[in-house]
């Protein structure tokens, strides 16, 4: 006897067979048990989905020496010929090889008009049929229209995009899904113990991987590693033979990246070159590995849209607890650049290393992204090297605080100390005041790391990070508090960055980035004193009494209206000025401070 392929040796032979497509075969199971079939169907689907074996189910429960019915017994004489299609009354036509109009004429249009040979019914299955000609399906059209009683067309396509309109508009149409993992698994372990098959733990699992839904396709694989291998299947069998890598290396190297083991990665890398594997098809995978890990974590139960068994699906999950949603969203940036840097690359191992060095330590990488990645493992608790300790980034080290009075005589170059007002709140402790005050603020650190509290805005609330487009940032050398400027012809965006919500905002991006709470908008870039700007350290009593109080320092900041002042008095307003600023900003607390647009006026006409 010859020898028969497995997988038409283990063909469905009745509705309960077919693996994966309920939906389908409860609605023909009731069609048939309820009389109440169409003339016409259109199968649809991938390939290797049981278009055809679903078609010759149904030819076989209408002829049923039993039927119609829903369940055929497949042993009398009328299931067995539709099952070895040799039944009068089943016409089989593939579309492939006979596109021409007068195979259609001859073998379909004049038969209509002859009644049934054996059976109750005639059924025309025609494979393929988005290969036959326009006018063939012209000259079908009117046929399938208006059948004759009891006939059926079962129309099966892998491509119904190219079958026409008209004939869609006649048919029922079933759409065949791609079969899930843990069917195929199921099914091919039934094959390998009725065919004493030996497999290795997760080798089936990559055979289905590779069939990509079609149980047709992992049929015959496992046919094929049968032959291969004598019956006895190993795994390095399946990942020689198919090119597969196994699912427990993409598990594996993902968790080295989520510990950030450089070390680690590097290890599996040199392992997986002396393997000889593929350099370009494990990246592929990784990549898939990847996408299926940002996919359970964003929408928690991935059943149904990551085409895995239960089992791995459980795993993922796991995985995918380790990593964010926007370090998993970088990691397939980095792997699409990779993919396409691996196909000129000389040497893809370095290609690779270099690539996975910047997924784990994101602190060795300038962008943006790794920016925001490491403000979100921060604040997560989550280390950035493997076996670090947790520690936020802050600037430089910073010298011992001083005590409130000193700080307030170091900004005033007055030697006598102001006065306070009676009913002004008290100083702050040196307690307190260490604890408000932040560490000096280097400019260049503080321009290289703007972009990152930009980041920062936009992930906090998008909507209000345009106010901030046209902004520049600076460190005012005399308070080493961080300044924003706006342009000068920009004073709504100022007011609308002054609003409460917007300053809170802003401060939480700054603080995030650089440990500081204190900064302050201005109106006008290049308005920020130098320090060759600020008048040289020495006494001026004359100074003292404009320290009594904030508004004697508005008054005497601001010129007379009868004469203008010299311009050394100009000079002195605006540092008994900025004094007072500074006096207040410690007595209250303030941690934003939002420059009025005329004081910038004066301070320019001075």
């Not at 700080?407 to 005041?433: G, I, L, Q, S, W």
């Not at 920009?490 to 500081?516: N, Y």
């Not at 203008?564 to 209250?588: F, I, K, N, Y």
């Amino acid at each position: 006897m010859a020898h028969q392929s497995l997988y038409r040796k283990y063909r469905p032979q009745t509705f309960d067979d077919i693996v994966g497509q309920r939906h389908i075969t409860r609605t023909l199971r009731n069609a048939v048990g309820e009389g109440a079939v169409a003339h016409a169907y259109l199968f649809t689907g991938p390939r290797g989905t049981g278009k055809t074996t679903t078609a010759r189910i149904l030819a076989k429960a209408l002829l049923c020496e039993n039927g119609p019915t829903p369940t055929p017994d497949v042993t009398c004489q009328q299931c067995v010929d539709v099952a070895e299609n040799r039944h009068p009354d089943v016409y089989e036509l593939d579309a492939a090889t006979r596109t021409q109009v007068e195979v259609v004429r001859e073998e379909i249009i004049n038969r209509l008009q002859y009644a049934a040979t054996r059976g109750g019914w005639k059924v025309y299955i025609i494979d393929e049929v988005h290969m036959l000609s326009m006018h063939s399906f012209n000259a079908l059209l009117k046929s399938i229209e208006e059948p004759p009683p009891r006939t059926v067309f079962l129309l099966c396509t892998t491509h119904p995009h190219k079958v026409p309109d008209t004939i869609h508009s006649r048919c029922q149409r079933f759409d065949f899904h791609r079969i899930g993992m843990d069917d195929i698994v199921g099914r091919l372990n039934h094959i390998c113990a009725e065919e004493n098959i030996a497999v290795a733990e997760g080798a089936l699992t990559l055979v289905a991987k590779h069939a990509g839904g079609g149980m047709r396709d992992a049929i015959t694989t496992l046919e094929q590693l049968a032959s291969f291998t004598g019956k006895n299947i190993a795994l390095d069998d399946v990942e020689g033979l198919l090119g597969e890598v196994d699912v427990a290396q993409l598990v594996e190297l993902a968790t080295l990246v989520a510990a950030r083991d450089i070390a680690g990665c590097f290890g599996f890398v040199a392992r997986l070159s002396e393997s000889g594997a593929d350099m370009g098809e494990f990246v592929r995978d990784f990549t898939g590995h990847v996408r299926d890990l940002f996919v359970t974590s964003a929408v928690g139960d991935p059943t149904g849209i990551v085409d895995a068994s239960s089992e791995q699906l459980s795993r993922l999950g796991n995985q995918a607890s380790r990593f964010g949603m926007t370090r998993l969203q970088r990691m397939l940036d980095l792997l699409g650049e990779l993919a396409a840097e691996m196909r000129w690359s000389s040497d893809p191992r370095l290609s690779l290393e270099v690539a996975l060095t910047r997924m784990a330590r994101p602190d060795a990488d300038l962008t943006i992204e790794s920016l925001a990645e490491r403000i979100e493992a921060l604040e997560s608790g989550m280390p950035l090297r493997a076996g670090a300790p947790v520690t936020a980034p802050a600037p430089e080290k910073s010298p011992p605080a001083e005590e409130p009075e000193t700080a307030r005589a170091a900004a005033v170059p007055t030697d006598p100390e102001p006065a306070v007002p009676a009913d002004a709140p008290p100083a702050t402790t040196p307690t307190e005041n260490v604890a408000a005050t932040p560490a000096p603020l280097d400019r260049g650190h503080v321009k290289r790391g703007w972009p990152a509290v930009m980041a920062e805005v936009r992930r906090l609330k998008s909507s209000r990070a345009h106010i901030f487009d046209n902004t520049e940032v600076d460190v005012d050398p005399a308070t080493a508090t961080l300044v924003i400027e706006f342009p000068a012809d920009q004073k709504f965006t100022l007011d609308l960055a002054s609003e409460p919500d917007t300053r809170e905002l802003m401060a939480q991006a700054i603080a995030r980035v650089f440990g500081v709470t204190v900064f302050r908008y201005q109106l006008g870039r290049g308005a920020v004193q130098s320090p060759a700007a600020q008048p040289a350290p020495g006494p001026a009593p004359e100074l003292a009494p404009a320290a009594q109080s904030a508004p004697e320092a508005e008054s005497a900041a601001q010129p007379a209206p009868e004469a203008a002042p010299e311009p050394e008095a100009a000079a002195a307003g605006d540092v008994d000025e900025r004094a007072v600023e500074q006096m207040l900003m410690s007595q209250l607390g303030a941690t934003v401070i939002a420059e009025h647009p005329h004081d910038t006026d004066d301070r320019e006409g001075t």
